[in-house]
């Protein structure tokens, strides 16, 4: 690895070399970017076939107001997406204001004083953490309404711990919960296939418990959804992956009829559910948003692997390595400092087509228990389906990296962190080895 001091090196050099290594890294995943890009027609054959079967048209773009009672267009992108994500039923709806107020919608929506939610793929990620009761109260959490909460622990390995799942079962559970995403923790992400597994331990144990997916940042990376290997309900954000980087808000449940509806309880009253709530004419976002979904879930994947390939030449961990089996578009970079990772996040900031003049800085950011670092002038307020890169502030300062609408996007700013981190004498330190 060659280094260059932190002052009075030339910059015309520096930016020179950091265009040839990340060039250097492009060229090498040429490859593995073909067989990303092939992937697309699977996907998005699935979402043009539940556009062609519902008779997609543009009346559907247009929403009733009001009560949004009988809103055939609601009603229309309710039932597309529930057969792209291989569900009986889906509830798509501008209301939810994130991926956590759609999994807490399910969580409240389901549960009942007396249950037990036992999550089997460790601690949750962080803004569920106040959902449950974890942290905080007063504020009508989980536990505060009488759920008892269980979380196993996951092996050395960073895999969910099969033995203590069977005996954990031996207690009565409503619900298990299983987070597809690494989230911030530094296992890997689930496949579909262990999730199908894990759905078929827990219903062999106990036929009613409900088996809930968490799917953020996992939608269209791989061909089949949790709901097809035996989720009875998943949840997710429409400003990641579903949303295709233009829906501007939302989210979504899906799964088991009589589930969705629960959750969808929650969102409105007893009694209207999924009948109500308007789309204030943004529908045709919302769709337009599934049916580039596939390309850019494919564009995140190549950006996270030259991400991944980029910070790995530099002697930097990272996971997943380049190349590997991803089921999310998560890229974690364990830079191990929190100045590298200010800095980082500084360039990806400064290579933004929006707010590129705004220097992230560390701060609190509701329903997370860690001062967060972000980077990202999205198009779509905190859109991660954009390219945007966040991180708490506390070892081993890991930086996560998702998002991408293309490939190139992500290499130029590669190329302003690397000469970012020449610039501040941050390139050749300690954790690099």
């Not at 709530?277 to 919302?286: H, I, M, P």
């Amino acid at each position: 690895m060659k280094t260059f001091p932190a002052a009075g090196f030339d910059e015309l050099l520096v930016q020179a070399w950091a265009r040839r290594h990340v060039g250097f890294v492009s060229k090498r995943l040429e490859g593995i970017a073909c067989e990303r890009t092939a992937a697309v027609a699977v996907r998005l054959a699935k979402v043009l076939e539940a556009f062609s079967s519902e008779r997609v048209a543009t009346q559907h773009f247009a929403s009733i107001t009001g009560y949004g009672h009988g809103d055939q267009a609601r009603e229309v992108v309710d039932r597309v997406f529930a057969k792209v994500l291989g569900a009986e039923k889906a509830a798509v709806r501008l209301q939810f204001v994130s991926g956590t107020h759609a999994i807490a919608t399910a969580l409240f929506g389901v549960l009942r004083p007396g249950d037990r939610l036992l999550s089997v793929t460790g601690e949750p990620y962080d803004t569920l953490e106040e959902v449950i009761g974890l942290r905080g109260s007063g504020q009508g959490s989980l536990t505060e309404l009488g759920i008892s909460y269980d979380q196993l622990p996951l092996t050395a390995e960073g895999c969910v711990d099969v033995s203590a799942l069977e005996r954990a079962l031996e207690v009565p559970t409503r619900m298990v919960l299983i987070q597809r995403s690494c989230g911030y923790s530094s296992r890997s992400s689930l496949s579909i296939k262990a999730i199908g597994e894990l759905c078929h331990r827990i219903h062999n144990s106990q036929p009613g418990c409900v088996c809930f997916v968490d799917n953020c940042y996992g939608e269209l990376v791989e061909d089949l959804e949790p709901p097809a290997v035996g989720a009875d309900l998943i949840a997710g954000s429409l400003i990641k992956n579903l949303g295709g980087t233009i829906a501007p808000t939302g989210g979504y449940v899906a799964g088991r009829t009589d589930l969705v509806e629960q959750a969808c309880c929650r969102l409105t009253a007893p009694g209207i559910g999924s009948q109500g709530g308007t789309g204030f004419d943004l529908y045709r976002l919302v769709l337009q948003g599934l049916f580039l979904a596939p390309q850019m879930v494919a564009e995140a994947l190549i950006g996270a692997d030259l991400v991944a390939g980029v910070f790995d030449t530099l002697g930097f961990a990272v996971k997943p390595s380049m190349g590997a089996f991803r089921s999310d578009l998560i890229q974690a970079v364990q830079l191990g400092d929190p100045e590298v990772l200010k800095v980082v996040c500084r360039a990806f900031q400064a290579c933004s087509p929006v707010g590129a003049y705004l220097d992230p800085v560390p701060a609190a950011m509701p329903g997370y228990a860690s001062d967060l670092v972000m980077a990202g002038g999205t198009f779509i307020d905190g859109s991660t389906s954009e390219f945007s890169a966040d991180a708490p502030l506390r070892p081993p300062y890991n930086l996560y990296v998702q998002g991408g609408t293309h490939r190139t996007h992500v290499e130029l700013a590669l190329i302003r962190a690397l000469v970012a981190l020449v610039r501040a004498g941050l390139l050749d330190v300690p954790q690099t080895g």
